[in-house]
């Protein structure tokens, strides 16, 4: 009896092809995303290999509900095509939950099935790794890393984009673009010029207005 037609062989290879059809987790993008059901159509990320060694890409999973973290109070996001994460099957049918949410009634005998899908932005291949990532208190910040808003571990807290910025210091000073504001209200300065004990030019005592200040 040769190794291939031992039965423990064959048990071996009929058992591998019957975990093909279970679906755990696997990494996948979106291909569509509607932002008015938040429900996606997504890709898995992985090709698939038959019992002959081929290789083919699974289908497209429609109908996938898509997680934005939160309850009453959640986070919103964009999302477009290729935008990556993970996709995971839950172990029973979810269309009456779908509908209902709740306890839902199971309607089919369908168990851990690519129609049963959940979708979870934000796992990274490498080649879509975040440019500009900061590993430092929590932001939200656009890819690029040209708009943020950002609480430092540092107790700083800055607000910027490419025209301009906010931001707070430890003690509550307030830096907006050129102006500086101290925790008491008062403006320091503006333009890089102080506005408590400044001078002006061109001035004569009596009814006249200003110049501009003098440094």
């Known amino acids: 009896m040769t190794e291939q037609t031992k ?3 064959f048990f071996k290879a009929a058992f591998r092809e019957q975990q093909k ?3 755990t987790c696997i990494p996948g993008h979106i291909l569509t995303f509607d932002p008015t059901r938040q429900m996606a159509q997504v890709q ?3 090709q698939r290999v038959d019992i002959n060694d081929a290789t083919f890409t699974p289908p497209p999973i429609i109908e996938v509900p898509v997680q934005f973290s939160g309850g009453d109070w959640h986070l919103e996001f964009e999302l477009n095509p290729g935008d990556e ?3 995971h099957f839950a172990q029973r049918c979810v269309d009456g939950w779908i509908q209902t949410g709740g306890v839902a009634a199971n309607p089919i005998a369908r168990f851990h099935n690519p129609q049963d899908a959940f979708f979870a932005p934000g796992y990274r291949s490498q080649p879509n790794k975040l440019p500009a990532f900061q590993n430092n208190g929590i932001r939200l910040a656009s890819r690029d890393g040209s708009q943020f808003a950002w609480l430092k ?4 807290v800055s607000v910027e984009n490419p025209a301009g910025h906010i931001r707070i210091a430890v003690d509550g000073t307030v830096t907006i673009n050129g102006a500086t504001i101290t925790p008491g209200g008062d403006v320091i300065t503006a333009a890089g010029i102080s506005l408590d ?3 002006t030019s061109g001035v004569t005592p009596g009814s006249g207005i200003s110049s501009v200040p003098v440094t």
């Open 21 to 23: 059809a279970i679906f």
């Open 153 to 156: 571990n540092d107790g700083t």
């Open 7 to 9: 039965p423990s062989t």
């Open 85 to 87: 994460g993970m996709i």
């Open 197 to 199: 004990n400044h001078r």
């Open 44 to 46: 898995i990320g992985v």
